[in-house]
């Protein structure tokens, strides 16, 4: 037997609580045993969205939240401007190409942020944008974009919202949906809520439901105007994922036990201890400025496969962190410290990647970065 150890940035693991009450019998979507199960639900989002906004619970992966925010909102011909600056961002620009949207790209080099400023200028420049599309966390590169700046930007334009993956991002990190103004806000139950991979979550705004009132793109499944108006009976269009919703109330009550504050804290100081880690041990980061609390990417030393330092931590030691998407695969490999995390599992991640470089000929004195970051750790 090996112990396995989730350290991915996503799907992550899942606290004990909620397996537990997830393992409880099915209920009826439509019986009164469920309404209050979406109830404290729906307030429980609110909460972690900082919104009063509605928050939709869709039964998909995050990118089914990303697909309905497009054609939802949006009609062919609509101009979107994509910040494409890494695996997700791209997949933004192949959504809004899917469902016939003119895309502008603003490119930025993997491990790099985008700059506020270029999003004011393009904007400027061609004010029939209607919709922004950016990433919170970028997963891929362990980049966090500036959401806030951002948001003060496209809040000025009564015809453009900002539309935010936040998947990666969520309970990592503060994202003020009413305070900065984020019109739509996706989030995903695999990643910073720790719960199994199946719902999306979408947090609208007054100012984007005006956008989907007039929206003739074709749907079906995804049809945000007919689960708002579910969601408000406690209930959603088709039939509710009964079991992931009620682990999403065990991990929305660990959660405020914690408090928001506290949990982006943490996730901050795991993060700030894995690149200690990291840079003691003599590695480079991947992530060049801004660095997400949710995922740290770092560069495979010289003349190493990043996939191979992958495989070596899963297959010698059981540890399942993440390689390299897209362009960067092979060139890195990237350390998860979001949902259920700690101390021990960011402690666990460092040796295991010491470990696993030594075994492969990188020179490290074991001990090195688990010991930078013990010192970030210790109470
Ligand atoms: C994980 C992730 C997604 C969505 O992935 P799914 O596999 O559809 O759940 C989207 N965006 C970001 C930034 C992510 O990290």
Known sequence: MIKRYLLAPGP?????????????????????????????????????????????????????????????????????????????????????NAYNLSVEEIRIDWGYTVKPDDIENALRKDPSIKGVFVQASETSTGVYHDIQAIAEIVRKYDNTILVVDAISALVAHDLRMDD?????????????????????????????????????????????????????????????????????????????????ENAFRRHEKLAQATRAAVKAIGLEMFTKESPSNSVTAICAPKGIDGQEIYKNLRVKYGITAAGGQGQAKGKIFRIAHLGYAGTFDTITAIAGVEMALKGMGYPVKLGTGVGAAQELLMV
């Open 12 to 96: 992550t693991p899942v606290p004990p609580e909620a397996l537990l009450a997830m393992a409880m019998p099915i209920i009826h979507h439509r019986a009164p045993d469920f309404l209050p199960v979406l109830e404290s639900a729906k307030k429980g989002l609110q909460w972690l969205y900082q919104t009063k906004n509605d928050v939709l619970i869709i039964c998909s992966t995050g990118t089914g939240g990303m697909v309905g925010s497009v054609n939802n909102f949006f009609n062919q011909g609509d101009k979107a401007l994509v910040i494409n600056a890494g695996n997700f961002g791209e997949r933004w620009t192949k959504i809004c």
């Open 180 to 260: 900065w103004g984020i019109d739509v806000l996706i989030g995903g139950s695999q990643k910073g809520l720790m719960l199994p991979p199946g719902l999306a979550f979408v947090g609208v705004s007054e100012k984007a439901w005006k956008f989907a009132e007039t929206c003739k793109s074709p749907k079906f499944y995804f049809n945000f105007m007919t689960e708002r108006k579910k969601l408000k009976d406690n209930q959603t269009n088709f039939t509710s994922p009964v079991s992931l919703i009620i682990g999403l109330n065990e991990c929305l009550r660990l959660l405020q036990t914690e408090g928001l």
